[in-house]
């Protein structure tokens, strides 16, 4: 209580957020950050680095469209595997590191597989 | 409710401490007082008195008596109350809270919409920079108000208080006879060449001497019972130029003598004269045709 009192100013900047994302934009979040790592060795030989990476993995899963919702996998379970990409921030200025993208891959095959591994239906 | 908050908000950073240095002025003199103090230390004392041709030697005793004189002075003790971070508080904090102030006042200008550009852990877009503004503006007055409000206090409560009070200060001590009371006793001639003396008994106190007497006789100190007697100097002297004088007086005054001396020892007839001048401080001291007839023995020598 004492620390949050102390820290009340900090907490509130770091803990204050907008509304909540659509499906959409998680989404097209994690294909960025995908991408970014495309080039890192030991993630995925199905990721093509450069332009072509995102167009392919936006078609592939759909979240192009505005409308799009998560199914399968959930939105809660992409949320938390895409955490592992987040160790450099918020935001898609900084890339995740190799090693972000490695332990994404190995901690959440299912998610992985629904960006490159397997053809939506 | 928001003077009660500003009560306790007083309240609660009032109590700050703050630095304290004294210092002493010494003001005037107000009073000078004395005080005597017994020793129970009884001893007994003699004084003299000459009424030629006797001396009176009248014992006593007394206590010696610790005479301190006082002075009492008027003292101020003058508290300098600061605190060295009251300006820096004071400034620091209305910095602070200026711009926590304005930010919260202006946050409208901000924008509304949140950040787009990040998404967190949760899901949610980043905060809007109005809701960033108001949280740094709720921040700083948070920090900067009571920083003012100490600073404030602080240099209010700041300065000099002056308390007078009295000083003592001893300015002499003396040990003197006091409570005398008049004693008898017997009383010895001690200390002299030959055989001593025999006792001889006081009365009312008191022992005469008289000039032929003390002429005789051969001491250097008295003893009353046993004890030995203090005399003051004034009376020592008065007591040694008594019988002085004894021996002086006593002689025939001899012109001829005189005239001889003169011619052969002048030097000598010179402190014979001034001798008798010192008799002649005792009262009733038969000096002046000793001293007649050595003016004359030394004039007509100069002649």
Known sequence: MKHLFRWWPWVCLTACSGPEAPDALVCRDVVVRLCQTAACPGVSAQLVPGEACESTLLQRTGCEDDAFTFADPTRERVLRCREALLSRGPTTANPPACSDARRFVSECPDVAGFFWERQQP | ?303
């Not at chain 2, 001893?43 to 009492?72: K, M, N, Y």
């Not at chain 2, 009365?203 to 005399?231: H, K, Q, W, Y």
């Not at chain 2, 002649?280 to 004039?299: H, N």
Request: proline letters at 6%; glycine letters at 10%.
């Open chain 2, 1 to 303: 409710m928001k003077r009660l908050g500003g009560v306790v908000l007083v309240a609660a950073v009032g109590c700050t401490p703050l630095d304290v240095e004294r210092r002493t002025e010494r003001g005037p003199l107000i009073r000078t007082y004395s005080q005597e103090k017994a020793l129970n230390e009884r001893i007994p004392f003699a004084t003299t008195q000459v009424q030629w041709p006797r001396l009176t030697l009248a014992f006593s005793s007394a206590d010696i008596c610790r005479a301190e004189e006082h002075g009492e002075y008027a003292e101020d003790v003058i508290s300098t109350h600061y605190s060295r971070g009251a300006a820096s508080a004071v400034s620091m904090g209305g910095i602070f809270t200026v711009l926590g102030g304005t930010l919260l006042a202006g946050r409208t200008w901000f924008s509304d919409s949140p950040n787009r550009t990040a998404i967190d852990e949760r899901g949610r877009y980043g905060a809007s920079s109005r809701d960033v503004a108001t949280g740094w503006g709720l921040g700083l007055l948070i920090v900067g108000v009571p920083a003012v409000v100490a600073g404030i206090v602080q240099l209010n409560r700041s300065g000099e208080t002056r308390e007078t009070r009295k000083a003592d200060e001893l300015l002499s001590l003396r040990e003197v006879p006091c409570q005398a009371k008049p004693v008898d006793g017997v009383v010895e001639l001690a200390g002299g060449e030959g055989p001593q003396p025999p006792p001889r008994l006081t009365l009312n106190g008191a022992l005469v001497l008289t000039a032929d007497e003390i002429r005789e006789l051969s001491f250097v100190g008295l003893a009353l019972d046993g004890m030995p007697v203090t005399l003051q100097e004034e009376d020592f002297d008065r007591l040694e130029t008594f019988r002085t004088c004894a021996t002086l007086l006593a002689s025939p005054v001899d012109p001829q003598t005189l005239a001889g001396e003169a011619r052969t020892q002048p030097d000598r007839l010179r402190m014979k004269r001034e001798l008798a001048r010192s008799c002649a401080q005792l009262p009733g001291a038969p000096t002046q045709p000793l001293l007649d007839a050595i003016e004359g023995a030394l004039g007509s020598t100069a002649l």
